[in-house]
Every structure is written in structure tokens, then in C-alpha cells.
Nanobody
């Protein structure tokens, strides 16, 4: 069973930065894409919003319009880890952030394309 563990969430003031990490462990096949999604309070899993995704070699990255230019997704395949650098945070970025792994090398924005999910890490941005 593949397991994903996120870290790096917390409380930050508007305009600040946070860096999320997600470490994957278990029987992972090669050439998998990874993504980040977020879920705001009061919304169920069906309404998890896409944030960013990255292909195996990092050549393909996709960003939600709302984070483009502020967030950067990257990965270290030797450590099976994906990162999300979040800059110029706003209160609208407040959510639980989930990383996800897809057993394919397609950096999708659709949550149903992903096979494994982490437990989530809370990001709170104060105004």
C-alpha cells in the first residue's frame, strides 16, 4: 500500500510563504505523476480544488489559475518527495492541502485521476 505523508502546513500572515512537502513510501511504480489539491472548510471531498501537478521528470507542470505565479511545484525522485512552494499567500489560500499520486505519468488536474492520497496538512493564512 502506497502511503503519502504531507508536512509543512501552519499559520502564516498574508503575504508570507510556506513550503509543503509530501513523502511517498511503499510499492511505488516508476513514472508517476503527483499533484496537490486543497479543500476548504464546509466543502466535501467532491469539491477538492486542484492546485498544481507535476509529471515524473518535472517537464510538465500544471497550475490552477488562482495560484499561477505564486506557487511552484517540484519533486525529488530520489527521495520520492514532492514540494509545493507557496508565496504571497492570501486568506483565500486557507485550506487543508492534500498531495496525491497517480500511477501514470500524466500531470492531471482531475482528482479522480489520482490513486493515492495523503492525510492533508492545514494551511491558515491570517489577514
Amino acid at each position: 500500500q502506497v502511503q503519502l505523508v504531507e508536512s509543512g502546513g501552519g499559520l502564516v500572515q498574508a503575504g508570507g510563504s510556506l513550503r509543503l512537502s509530501c513523502a511517498a513510501a511503499g510499492p511505488i511504480s516508476r513514472d508517476y505523476a503527483m499533484g496537490w489539491f486543497r479543500q476548504v472548510p464546509g466543502k466535501d471531498r467532491e469539491h477538492r480544488a486542484f492546485v498544481a501537478s507535476i509529471s515524473w521528470h518535472g517537464l510538465n507542470t500544471v497550475y490552477a489559475t488562482s495560484v499561477k505565479g505564486r506557487f511552484t511545484i517540484s519533486r525529488n525522485n530520489t527521495k520520492n518527495t514532492v514540494f509545493l512552494q507557496m508565496n504571497r499567500l492570501t486568506p483565500e489560500d486557507t485550506a487543508v492541502y492534500y498531495c496525491a499520486l497517480a500511477e501514470s505519468d500524466f500531470a492531471s488536474s482531475g482528482q479522480y485521476e489520482y490513486d493515492y492520497w495523503g492525510q492533508g496538512t492545514q494551511v491558515t493564512v491570517s489577514s
